[in-house]
C-alpha cells in the first residue's frame, strides 16, 4: 500500500478519528457486513490490513480498496447511530444521498420514474440497480420497519388508473418488466378483490 494511494484516498474519510474510535472495527465491520455493502472475503482481508496498519480505521482500509466510499464509512460510522435514536425520519433518498449509496443524477432518475409510475422509490433503486436489494432491506428494517413487508406497487394502485389501455403501444417509454408486473399484479387483483425533506413528496410519502 503506497503512500500516494493513502493520501490520497484518506483525504476524503474524516480525519476526526478520536470519535471514529468510539466504535470497534468489528461493530463497523457488522454493520456494513449486514448491510451487504462488504462481503465476508472482503471483511476479513481489510482486518488483516489493519493488523499490518494499525493507525488506519478499518473504513479507511476499504475505502482504500474501493469497496465502500469513503462517505460511506463516514456515514455508518459517525450518523448512523445517531439516525437510529432520531424519532422524525427523513425521506429515504436523504441517507442513501448522506451516505453516498446514491448519486444527485440517480435520485433524479429516481424520482422521474416514481413520478411517471408511482412505484415505490426504493423500489425503483433497485430496479434501476442503483442499490442492492438486500441494502434496501436493510434501511427499511432499521428506518421503516413498518414498510417492510408491504407491496413495492401500492403507491401505484394509487397513483396510477388500475385500467391497461387496450393499446400497449402508449407504454413504449415505459420498462418492458416494469408493464409486464403492473399487468400480473392488476391480474392477481382483479382476482383477488378483497385483497387490500427537502425531496419531493414522492419520496416522503413511502420510505422504500
Do not use: H
Not at 484518506?10 to 461493530?27: G, N
Not at 475505502?63 to 427523513?90: C, H, P, Y
Not at 424520482?111 to 436493510?138: H, N, P, Y
Not at 407491496?151 to 389501455?165: A, C, D, K, Q
Amino acid at each position: 500500500m503506497s503512500q500516494n494511494y493513502r493520501s490520497t484516498d484518506a483525504e476524503e474519510f474524516s480525519t476526526d478519528k478520536s470519535s471514529l474510535s468510539e466504535l470497534q472495527p468489528k461493530r463497523i465491520g457488522t454493520i456494513l457486513r449486514e448491510a451487504d455493502l462488504v462481503s465476508n472475503p472482503q471483511l476479513d482481508l481489510a482486518l488483516k490490513d489493519q493488523e499490518n496498519f494499525p493507525n488506519l480505521l478499518l473504513g479507511e482500509i476499504l475505502a482504500m480498496r474501493g469497496w465502500i466510499k469513503a462517505e460511506t464509512a463516514n456515514f455508518f460510522v459517525q450518523d448512523w447511530s445517531k439516525i437510529l435514536q432520531e424519532k422524525n425520519r427523513q425521506p429515504l433518498g436523504q441517507y442513501l444521498i448522506k451516505s453516498g449509496l446514491l448519486e444527485p443524477k440517480q435520485l433524479e432518475t429516481i424520482l422521474e420514474e416514481q413520478k411517471q409510475t408511482g412505484i415505490r422509490f426504493g423500489t425503483i433503486a433497485v430496479m434501476q440497480g442503483f442499490l442492492k436489494s438486500t441494502t434496501l432491506d436493510f434501511f427499511l428494517m432499521y428506518l421503516f420497519p413498518e414498510e417492510i413487508r408491504v407491496s413495492p406497487f401500492v403507491n401505484m394502485y394509487r397513483t396510477m388508473p388500475l385500467e391497461i389501455p387496450s393499446n400497449d403501444t402508449e407504454f413504449e417509454e415505459l420498462d418492458p418488466v416494469f408493464f409486464e408486473e403492473w399487468k400480473d399484479e392488476k391480474l392477481v387483483k382483479d382476482n383477488n378483490p378483497n385483497a387490500s425533506e427537502d425531496l419531493p413528496d414522492t419520496d416522503t410519502n413511502w420510505a422504500g
